[in-house]
């Protein structure tokens, strides 16, 4: 049908190859005005593609920065690790003394303190162990460095 039509209008107004070039120009061009879900989704490899890329190729121009990284991020993560764990260490001893309240006290300060540095090794723990997937983690540690406000 459609080889027929392009065939009579083509002989009406130039040959059938022009007309066939207009109507392949036309459906190309409202084809390209149409953004699949298809298209989105590859378009999405392609940005998440560059990203990893963009991270590797930091990684390493900075090699040289290793050992301050490290350095860091051990200080960060074994401040935290010693909150968490001096936190425990009081809450359990407190339940052999007969006047808890000053230790449970305690307990209660350095586990707010401890909980305030929880986006702090969420951003060391994503650097190092789940690099590909940073952007939600910094999102999600910023969100909680901010108080729950973005």
Do not use: H
Request: proline letters at 1%; aromatic letters at 12%; glycine letters at 8%.
């Amino acid at each position: 049908m459609f080889g027929a039509l392009t065939s009579t209008l083509g002989k009406m107004f130039g040959t059938e190859k022009a007309l066939t070039s207009i109507v392949d120009s036309v459906s190309n061009g409202l084809d390209k005005l149409v953004y699949t879900s298809e298209e989105k989704a590859d378009d999405s490899t392609i940005e998440r593609a560059a990203a990893r890329q963009m991270i590797v190729k930091w990684m390493d121009t900075t090699k040289g920065q290793n050992i301050a990284r490290r350095t860091i991020a051990l200080s960060i993560v074994f401040t935290w690790l010693f909150q968490y764990l001096s936190c425990m260490f009081l809450n359990v001893s407190a339940i052999w003394f007969d006047d808890p309240d000053k230790i449970m006290t305690s307990a209660i300060v350095i586990g707010e303190y401890a909980e305030k540095m929880n986006g702090a090794v969420m951003l060391v723990l994503a650097f190092y162990f789940a690099s590909p997937y940073m952007g939600a983690m910094v999102d999600g540690a910023m969100t909680k460095f901010s108080g729950g406000k973005k």
